[in-house]
């Protein structure tokens, strides 16, 4: 298998390489290989590409979080998503984007989807990933997803149900700092606040939030305790091959 390599495309392929950055020995490597159509080692491919389980530990429930834990309490279905840099799901201070304020108020996730399917489109999603949600508290949720060193960073959102617009989730995490795959990590659930809805109880009526304010952690006596915010539970991130 050969084929001519034109010093164009080699020229082009070790800018991409220097641009990529202090691992661009063996990534220029692979990527004349590429332009070269030589076959490379399956092994320096695979770096391109990974697979990660994500898997929630929840504690929510009425023995971590008594004051007015509701009835019927879930997560609702999560989603999630592979990314760069230039999509945020959600932020501390960031306004909801139409899609967070639907999950994050009625755990519905079409327009979050849309969304994703837009960033898609503009190249800053790799692709959206969803887990069932839960009505075994404390319980768990998973899920699988794929990362590539384009869209490295992994983010999800699930409702807190029932609640005015309390989400769950984790926002850009980089799966691949430095370059090098992570094999796992492990992070806190927090309740975050979308505000996009001005009620103050898991069970309140729905009071649109207009204008809507910021996204913020939650800080009412549902998720707070004399030592502090109280979690949800934790993320854990495994790479699985
Ligand atoms: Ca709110
Ligand atoms: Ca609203």
Redesign the pocket.
């Known amino acids: 298998m050969t084929a001519k390599c034109s010093l164009g495309s080699e020229a082009g392929s070790i800018r991409d390489a220097e641009l990529a950055g202090r691992r661009s020995v063996p990534r220029r490597l692979v990527l004349i290989g590429l332009a070269c159509g030589i076959a490379v080692a399956s092994s320096a491919l695979a770096e391109e590409t990974t697979h990660y389980r994500l898997l929630l530990q929840i504690e929510w429930s009425a023995a971590s979080h008594p004051h007015e834990f509701p009835p019927a309490a879930h997560f609702s279905d999560l989603v999630g998503a592979n990314h760069d840099a230039r999509y945020v799901m959600f932020g501390d201070g960031l306004s909801a984007s139409s899609g967070l304020?639907l999950l994050a108020?009625n755990g519905r996730a079409s327009i979050l989807l849309a969304e994703l399917e837009e960033a898609k489109r503009r190249n800053r999603v790799g692709a959206s990933f969803a887990a069932e949600g839960t009505y075994t508290l404390p319980g768990s949720m998973s899920a699988e997803f794929v990362a590539t060193k384009r869209h490295s960073r992994v983010s999800f959102v699930t409702m807190i149900a029932p609640s005015p617009?309390w989400f769950t989730g984790l926002a850009g995490v980089d799966l691949a700092p430095g370059g090098t795959w992570i094999d796992s990590i492990e992070l806190p659930l927090w309740a975050w606040d979308a505000g996009?809805?001005s009620g103050t109880a898991y069970t309140a009526p729905?009071v649109?939030?207009q204008p809507?304010k910021s996204v913020r952690l939650l800080s009412t006596p549902h998720v707070l305790a004399a030592s502090g915010l109280i979690r949800l539970g934790t993320a854990r991130l495994v790479r699985t091959r």
Do not use: W
Request: net charge negative; glycine share 0%.
């Open positions: 304020e108020e617009d996009t809805d729905d649109d939030a809507r």
